[in-house]
């Protein structure tokens, strides 16, 4: 196995980790001023539909977020270019916070990398099933599995715990919804640019 391990396959993950490091380095500022609210675009709180998805409960919450960031940069690193990683990366945090925002009202308060990362983790599986792979297909079932027991059975007791805080589902729901459409997209932008050749 061969590690993903070029500037512009690392760079994107990096500065993800960086990013919330750094934000949780700044606690409670952080929290106070920079967690997406319900009334973030009421009050014109735009920068919020960004910088929540960096902030975390605690260092529990943080590691295990980061430690999906590292495993997604280790499944489908190969696959990543810095450029289009962040890209992608803020377009899923966005529509993540719209959609909280239009069908989720009970989240009045958010923070954490998880929906974003179950939408680059639904990209990753397209674009292994554009170049053909089973795999991606598994995945992409697996991930269909584990969102659907979400939203049937709830997230449990132990990771609640763990963060100190709810786990907020939805946001992996439109997370791996927002992925799937990004990357259907690329791949159907892929064939029209091929085919212009």
């Given at each position: 196995m061969?590690?993903p391990?070029?500037p512009?396959?690392?760079?994107?993950?990096?500065?993800?980790a960086?990013?919330?490091?750094?934000a949780f380095?700044?606690?409670?500022?952080?929290?106070?001023?920079?967690a997406?609210?319900?009334?973030?675009w009421e009050?014109g709180?735009y920068y919020?539909?960004?910088s929540g998805?960096?902030?975390?409960?605690n260092?529990?919450?943080l590691?295990?977020?980061l430690?999906?960031?590292f495993l997604?940069?280790?499944l489908?690193g190969?696959d990543?270019?810095?450029?289009?990683?962040?890209?992608k990366?803020?377009?899923?945090c966005?529509?993540i916070?719209?959609?909280i925002?239009l069908?989720?009202?009970e989240?009045?308060?958010y923070v954490?990398?998880s929906g974003a990362?179950h939408?680059?983790f639904?990209w990753g599986c397209?674009?292994?099933?554009?170049?053909?792979?089973?795999?991606?297909?598994?995945?992409?079932i697996g991930l269909?599995?584990k969102?659907?027991?979400e939203?049937?059975n709830?997230a449990g007791?132990?990771?609640?715990?763990?963060?100190e805080?709810?786990?907020?589902?939805d946001?992996h729901?439109y997370?791996?919804?927002i992925?799937?459409?990004?990357g259907v997209?690329?791949?159907l932008v892929?064939?029209y640019?091929?085919?212009?050749?």
């Amino acid at each position: 196995m061969t590690f993903p391990v070029q500037p512009n396959q690392y760079l994107g993950p990096l500065l993800l980790a960086a990013l919330s490091i750094l934000a949780f380095l700044c606690e409670p500022y952080s929290s106070a001023h920079l967690a997406l609210e319900s009334t973030w675009w009421e009050q014109g709180n735009y920068y919020q539909a960004i910088s929540g998805h960096f902030l975390h409960t605690n260092y529990v919450h943080l590691a295990f977020n980061l430690l999906g960031v590292f495993l997604l940069w280790m499944l489908h690193g190969d696959d990543y270019d810095a450029y289009y990683y962040l890209i992608k990366f803020l377009l899923t945090c966005v529509g993540i916070s719209i959609l909280i925002l239009l069908f989720s009202p009970e989240i009045s308060w958010y923070v954490g990398l998880s929906g974003a990362i179950h939408g680059v983790f639904a990209w990753g599986c397209i674009k292994d099933i554009s170049k053909g792979l089973i795999s991606g297909w598994l995945l992409v079932i697996g991930l269909v599995i584990k969102v659907g027991n979400e939203q049937i059975n709830g997230a449990g007791s132990l990771m609640p715990d763990l963060i100190e805080a709810n786990v907020a589902i939805d946001s992996h729901l439109y997370g791996a919804g927002i992925g799937i459409v990004i990357g259907v997209m690329t791949y159907l932008v892929a064939i029209y640019r091929q085919s212009k050749k």
